[in-house]
């Protein structure tokens, strides 16, 4: 089952641009808040412990203690983390506003990062894109299907605009993995722009 890893390495073909990491964690037996729900879904185990992560006094997000950082999924991510035994993965990328070129709105942010994914995945199957706040951030959310070597991978692709930064939050699993998928959901629902 380890194989979904393979896919993890091509993360680092896929981000545009990024930053170097620096978090400091701490650990947390509440989960995040249900206010700012992605999921019209009952998430099946909200009790499970967490740990706090901020990251360069730019953001912060709660991961579940099965989740160990990593340098391994993408060379550009500011915050990595996987939880291999549980076959879930999870990362972020922030690019400043003024570093890229052009005036870019979160939707071109959205559709260059979300292009970049498919392209690299067995034939994708996109969902719709929808439109959601998290907190004070805009965001464009969907989730992409795929198979590979006959086993289900569901990708949660999120793209968030603040003040100075856009956000990359992707995150994947076994589509079997209803647990795995709950854990990527609490992990977007807990970024806060600090």
């Known amino acids: 089952m380890k194989k979904i890893l393979t896919i993890s390495l091509l993360w680092g073909v896929l981000s545009a641009c990024g930053s170097g990491s620096e ?6 037996t509440t989960p995040p808040p249900d206010s700012n729900s992605l999921s019209n879904r009952v998430l099946s185990d909200n009790s499970k412990p967490t740990q706090q992560h901020r990251i360069q ?6 991961a579940p203690i099965t989740m ?3 340098d391994a999924l993408n060379e550009e991510a500011s915050f ?6 549980g076959e879930v993965y999870f990362f972020v990328v922030h690019d400043r506003k003024d570093e890229l070129e052009g005036k870019i709105t979160l939707k071109d942010y959205y559709n260059f990062m979300q292009g970049a994914i ?13 439109a959601f706040n998290l ?3 805009k965001g464009l959310k969907s989730r992409v299907s795929t198979t590979f070597n006959n086993y289900g991978i569901i ?8 003040e100075e930064h856009f956000y990359q939050l992707i995150g994947w699993t076994m589509a079997r993995n209803t647990e795995g998928i709950d854990d990527l959901e609490r992990m977007i629902r807990s970024f806060k722009e600090l």
């Open 68 to 70: 160990m950082t990593t």
């Open 135 to 137: 907190g004070n951030l």
């Open 57 to 62: 006094d730019l953001y912060s997000l709660e």
């Open 80 to 85: 990595q983390s996987a939880d291999e035994t």
């Open 155 to 162: 990708y949660q692709i999120i793209a968030l605009e603040g």
């Open 23 to 28: 978090a400091t964690t701490e650990t947390n």
């Open 118 to 130: 498919v392209a690299g995945l067995p034939d994708p199957k996109p969902s719709d894109i929808e």
